[in-house]
């Protein structure tokens, strides 16, 4: 069974960049899963940061794409996200997670989220 | 982007009650769509992905139907662990994929 760890500073300061990493465990993060950031504001609803496959290729939530970056450490078994310029607004639950590969057509995309990390809450204050 | 609709915001039903809970996409997410069920301070869990598939060990009182636009998750008799927050997810159109805002469902 997969399973997941976020780590990462709890209290960010604004402007500043938000780093967290997310160990797996029990399963290789080379084999089929893709590996995803989401994130939920107190109190509020769930939103999909973006994704990685564990050769490199990354998906990004429009909405957020200049700021995120998401890097995956085969050898650590681990991927990490990276968002720069934070505000109050970032202020969140941030859980990893690992989506099933879907294939559609010709290629695939990550589908929905089989199992999640416990979740880190990052407070973005000065 | 497509927007995820749930209704009610907010489910009141007595234990052993049926429960019916809506999700409706802004377009079209065919099969696509998946429920999670989060409890406080826990993260999601999957319940249902291809609109109507159980996820691993999810009990049989949990059915999820529709296509298309329209979506309904069912609890067929509500059990105490069951009362929480639910989530649908499509994925069809990505990305991103988008989550509905979630129905909690509490007791009456």
């Known amino acids: 069974q997969v399973q997941l760890q976020e780590s990462g500073p709890g209290l960010v300061k604004p402007s500043e960049t938000l780093s967290l990493t997310c160990a797996v465990s029990g399963y290789s993060i080379s084999s089929g899963y893709y590996w995803g950031w989401i994130r939920q504001p107190p109190g509020k609803g769930l939103e999909w940061i973006g994704s990685i496959y564990h050769s490199g290729s990354t998906y990004y939530n429009p909405s957020l794409k200049s700021r995120v970056t998401i890097s995956v450490d085969t050898s650590k078994n681990q991927f990490s996200l990276k968002l720069s310029s934070v505000t109050a607004a970032d202020t969140a639950v941030y859980y990893c997670?690992?989506?099933?590969?879907?294939?559609?057509?010709?290629?695939?995309?990550?589908?929905?989220?089989?199992?999640w990390g416990q979740g880190t809450l990052v407070t973005v204050s000065s | 982007e497509i927007v995820m609709t749930q209704s009610p915001a907010t489910l009141s039903v007595s234990p052993g009650e049926r429960a019916t809970l809506s999700c409706r996409a802004s377009?079209?997410?065919?099969?696509?769509l998946a429920w999670y069920q989060q409890k406080p301070g826990q993260a999601p869990r999957l319940l249902i992905y291809?609109?109507?598939t159980r996820a691993t060990g999810i009990p049989a009182r949990f059915s999820g139907s529709g296509s298309g636009t329209e979506f309904t998750l069912t609890i067929s008799s509500l059990q105490s662990e069951d009362f929480a927050v639910y989530y649908c997810?499509?994925?069809?159109?990505?990305?991103?994929?988008?989550f509905g805002q979630g129905t909690k469902v509490e007791i009456k």
């Open positions: 291809g609109a109507s």
């Open positions: 377009q079209s997410v065919s099969s696509n």
């Open positions: 997670a690992s989506e099933v590969k879907y294939y559609y057509g010709s290629g695939s995309y990550p589908a929905w989220i089989d199992y």
């Open positions: 997810q499509q994925y069809n159109n990505w990305p991103p994929t988008t």
